[in-house]
């Protein structure tokens, strides 16, 4: 059974090359190939989710506020 030079993995002569080595090196790979989005694209969806965050948080705390003054003012006396 051969061990690998680089990282001393044993490995069988039938798998061809080291499987640690071999899935470092295609890992590396697709990392490279991966691009990311386009600038334009990217921009955009940055400003529509600060959009919604700036949005979103304000109506959620107004939503909270008048759910318990419908609530205060349900409340028997």
Not at 43 to 54: D, I, N, P, Q
Request: aromatic residues 8%; contains cysteine; charged residues 20%.
């Amino acid at each position: 059974m051969p061990f690998c030079k680089v990282c001393g993995t044993p490995y069988l002569k039938t798998d061809g090359a080291c499987p640690t080595c071999n899935a470092l090196s295609l890992l590396r790979q697709q990392s490279r190939q991966e691009p990311g989005m386009a600038p334009e694209k990217l921009s955009r969806e940055r400003k529509k989710s600060w959009l919604g965050l700036a949005l979103g948080i304000p109506l959620f705390i107004i939503f909270i506020y008048a759910m318990l003054h419908i609530m205060s003012a349900l409340k028997p006396a």
